[in-house]
């Protein structure tokens, strides 16, 4: 088994995370620093920073509604890091990520498994945003918007558009592209004011004050397993 797939499926951490402790030479198979290409063999002793990884425990499933300024890494260097942030008492990892200056929800757990699943763009699963912009929405704006607009040399793909005032709208996208929504809209000649993630897949923010988290329901937990698996 490759080593990334490993440590993330021990619920220690995500793939994304397990590569940056690769890079930086952090995890050991039998006292060897390893790359990201090695694999572990039953009985291999694999280490991080030195240590056993710690059994996963009890599945932790949390849902944040991240506030601007707060980034989405584990890195404990990074100021404002959404882990000190949450101050879960157990490890956990985001799901994804928002960019510092982007607000709403965001899913953090210690389930490596599912991590991974909701993580690979072709299971095509909905994420919802409420976006505002520094000119008024027209209908030509929400049509490429909708049928999709030319950055990192692709092409986004259609998507859910919809006018909710004269400076905002919803868009429910079904890809992950880097700052995607914000790049599009650069792309026809807006400028992102806020951007808020209000829902992925059947999770929604309902409620939930800015700053604060809850664990999932048995039911939400229930329906999102059941899309995935």
């Not at 940056?20 to 050991?28: N, P």
């Not at 709403?104 to 409420?130: A, C, F, P, Q």
């Amino acid at each position: 088994m490759r080593i990334n797939t490993y440590i993330s499926d021990t619920g220690y951490c995500s793939r994304r995370e397990t590569n940056r402790l690769l890079q930086a030479g952090k995890i050991t198979i039998n006292g060897e620093v390893c790359k990201g290409d090695a694999e572990v063999e039953p009985g291999d002793i694999v280490h991080i920073d030195g240590k056993a990884i710690p059994s996963k425990g009890e599945a932790v499933y949390i849902v944040l509604n991240k506030p601007a300024g707060i980034v989405c890494t584990a890195a404990k260097q990074v100021k404002g890091n959404i882990i000190d942030f949450v101050n879960y008492p157990s490890r956990i990892f985001a799901v994804g990520r928002l960019d510092k200056d982007s607000e709403g929800l965001i899913l953090l757990t210690n389930d490596g498994d599912i991590v991974n699943k909701m993580m690979r763009s072709e299971n095509s699963h909905e994420k919802e945003y409420w976006v505002t912009v520094d000119k008024p929405v027209t209908e030509e704006f929400l049509q490429a918007m909708s049928c999709g607009v030319d950055i990192l040399g692709v092409t986004t793909k259609p998507c859910e558009v919809t006018s909710l005032t004269e400076y905002e709208f919803r868009i429910i996208l079904t890809q992950g592209l880097n700052l995607q929504i914000r790049r599009m809209c650069k792309a026809l000649g807006y400028r992102v004011v806020r951007l808020e993630r209000i829902r992925i897949m059947n999770i929604s923010i309902g409620d939930l004050e800015r700053g604060t988290w809850r664990h999932l329901t048995k039911d939400e937990l229930r329906i999102l397993l059941a899309q995935l698996y």
